[in-house]
């Protein structure tokens, strides 16, 4: 494949990741959901096969089941931070930052089930760039969406790993274009979730160096967060959300040829001559989904959000240094694991 050719490849694996189309949505809905709970849902991302737990949820009947009558609201995490903390909106996906962030800033926002058992995020260049460890990144250019979210978390981070501040790189705000911008030299390197920009690179034949965050920074990752006022007023329908996703990743996880074949009936542009490619980012999706080994599904560790929010408030991410017991609980996702 020519190099042109390869790169438009890479942009239109890229590109398919941002579709911002609406959602198919198979099966009307019946009378019985038309009485359940309406919860939108806020992610912090477009329609993408990284979602299909909550498809399969939505599709296979489960939080109908569960009481909810769920739909997905895509955007950016912090501005669903935000509508959350004002109980604007009841619901978000988001990571254990975010929460940090939102409640050093007032917001009562509060994490009740964990979903991804690792902080997803990596470092990615090719290899000539020459980006193997955190030093590394000394006067290179870095680009990441834009300086908030998980994906700015993890480069604030990897800075510190490495002995840097954001003045000693080229910190590009170049939108979820990453594999594109990577692959043609736009920037050296890039930051982003360690089933997007990689992957889609190796569908195209296109091998990187990989930085984890592993050693570098414990954070509870993606996972379910509403507000302390609605854990107070409809305990009932925080537990049915918490339920409602332990049972649709545990759908997902047992079936996943079946939860992939849904997750393309609500994002249709992820099939066709774009199937490898996202089968691809949805199997290497499986294991960050996977609960932590002799852990209860769900729940997470105070020892982690001591951590995590000692790193957002000496890196000056937080303004102050929030207690953990302010940030989580666990009693939702005990509950959803009780037969």
């Known amino acids: 494949m020519g190099t042109s050719k390869k790169w438009a490849a890479i942009a239109l694996a890229s590109l398919l990741l941002l579709a911002a189309c609406a959602p198919v949505a198979p099966g009307a809905s019946t009378n019985a959901a038309a009485q359940n709970q309406a919860v939108a849902l806020g992610v912090g991302f477009v329609p993408n096969v990284q979602f299909a737990p909550l498809y399969v949820g939505m599709k296979q009947g489960i939080f109908a089941e569960e009481g909810v009558d769920l739909t997905l609201d895509y955007g950016f995490e912090n501005d669903y931070l935000t509508l959350v903390g004002t109980g604007e909106n009841d619901f978000m996906v988001g990571s254990g930052d975010q929460v940090i962030l939102g409640r050093a800033n007032g917001l009562p926002v509060r994490y009740v089930y964990n979903w991804y058992s690792k902080y997803p995020v990596v470092l990615f260049a090719l290899p000539e760039a020459a980006i193997d460890t955190p030093a590394a990144m000394a006067g290179k250019r870095i680009g990441l969406p834009g300086p908030y979210g998980a994906n700015y978390i993890a480069l604030r981070a990897l800075l510190e790993a490495g002995s840097l501040t954001e003045a000693d790189i080229q910190m590009e705000s170049i939108g979820f274009t990453q594999a594109a911008a990577v692959s043609q030299g736009i920037v050296d390197g890039a930051v982003d979730y360690a089933v997007n920009g990689p992957v889609v690179l190796a569908q195209s034949g296109i091998s990187t160096t990989v930085v984890t965050l592993d050693g570098?920074?414990?954070?509870?990752?993606?996972?379910?967060?509403?507000?302390?006022?609605?854990?107070?007023?409809?305990?009932?329908?925080?537990?049915?959300?918490?339920?409602?996703?332990?049972?649709?990743?545990?759908?997902?996880?047992?079936?996943?040829?079946?939860?992939?074949?849904?997750?393309?009936?609500?994002?249709?542009?992820?099939?066709?001559?774009?199937?490898?490619?996202?089968?691809?980012?949805?199997?290497?999706?499986?294991?960050?989904?996977?609960?932590?080994?002799?852990?209860?599904?769900?729940?997470?560790?105070?020892?982690?959000?001591?951590?995590?929010?000692?790193?957002?408030?000496?890196?000056?991410?937080?303004?102050?240094?929030?207690?953990?017991?302010?940030?989580?609980?666990?009693?939702?996702?005990?509950?959803?694991?009780?037969?």
Do not use: C, H
């Open 216 to 339: 570098v920074l414990t954070m509870p990752a993606n996972g379910l967060v509403t507000n302390d006022r609605l854990i107070a007023e409809k305990p009932d329908l925080v537990a049915a959300m918490a339920r409602g996703l332990a049972r649709s990743v545990a759908w997902t996880l047992a079936n996943p040829d079946a939860a992939f074949a849904i997750a393309l009936e609500y994002v249709p542009e992820a099939g066709g001559p774009n199937e490898v490619a996202n089968r691809a980012v949805f199997d290497a999706s499986l294991p960050f989904w996977t609960p932590a080994t002799g852990r209860t599904p769900g729940t997470t560790l105070a020892a982690d959000w001591e951590e995590g929010a000692a790193f957002m408030q000496r890196t000056g991410l937080a303004t102050t240094l929030v207690n953990a017991d302010d940030l989580f609980t666990n009693a939702f996702a005990e509950q959803a694991a009780q037969p």
